[in-house]
């Protein structure tokens, strides 16, 4: 009997042993930092962002540092720039009424991938960022141009499939002088974890073991 009890243990353990291995957690792949190529370095010149969007046309990364605007906004570095509504970002925007700007972003998580899913990160925004939505979850907003602010979501704010991430900004109306624009970097992201086909083998191996140890169980004479 407790030879069996062993044996039975084992194969509960390794059963437990290819579940915890399922749990394997990737980054979630397709989401960029702004201004930055399909390796995450950040792009050099003025031209259209490659994973970002505004008002579902382009999005410009127009700024250099140490030129106006950027030394009042968070400088640019090796992994994050500024988009701008324009090639230059010095350009003027809104000289009488408040003007509204939607930087969007998509990525795709598998079912198995959205269920554990989140991600941190932060922005700067010029004026503020009036919401950021995911999926048209809210995630907030607030935060100003010349330091960052902090954002993150959780697995109840994301879908299976494609996922779309909005930036709200808005620019105070100014007649002269008034750039917009938005630079957003994100610090960590999980997607959640799908078995690969080693946790499958282990958890068979597993289950099997457990029946094995049963059907020797009822094949043992029983002692009166």
Known sequence: MKTLKTFISVSALVTVLAISAGAHAATISGLYNTG???????TIGNGADLHWQLND???YTGGTNGSFPIGPWVSDSATSRWLTPSPNASDSFDPDAPGYYTYSTTFNLTGAQAVDAAFTGQFAADNTVVNILLNGNSLGGGGGFSDWTNFSATSGDFLSG????DFVVENYARNGGNPTGLDVQFLSSVAGGVPEPATWALSILGVGLTGMALRRAKSQPVLA
């Open 162 to 165: 494609t996922n779309t991430l």
């Open 36 to 42: 930055v190529d399909n390796s995450g370095v950040s």
């Open 57 to 59: 046309g382009a999005a």
